[in-house]
């Protein structure tokens, strides 16, 4: 089964809010369970005319791989630099305690680059 990722944008009027990140650019990461069409997403919103540095707040509706390690390339760098991050205080938690990674089978593969995400950050 493949399983299609997409992502929303709003233009609030005031600025663009991203919902979720998807996979990353790193397509390696996550082929067997997301299908060979991801890491697409900077491609894509470049192609619509959106630059990810237009991007002023991505929200994370969770921390899973598929929803946030988009966030930075493979060397850590931030792929939306001028964005705040917004996710739940619960998730920023759990995560952010990096002895949880070890727990989650899904997080042990090819996490080195998204270990540590140096960003403004907004909790709820």
Known sequence: MTLNQNLLIVNTGE?????DTGCGVNQSFGKSSFGPD???AIWNMRAAGIDPEDIDL??????????C?????????????NAKIAI???DY????????????AHMRTSS?????????TVTA
């Open 15 to 19: 600025g663009l809010v991203l919902f």
């Open 38 to 40: 991801i890491g697409r």
């Open 58 to 67: 991505v929200v994370l509706t969770h921390a899973h791989p598929d929803h």
């Open 69 to 81: 390690w988009g966030l930075v390339d493979d060397n850590g760098n931030r792929l939306y630099p």
């Open 88 to 90: 739940s205080a619960m």
């Open 93 to 104: 938690d759990y995560w952010t305690d990096l002895s949880h990674i070890l727990e989650a």
């Open 112 to 120: 080195a680059a998204h270990t540590t995400i140096s960003c403004p």
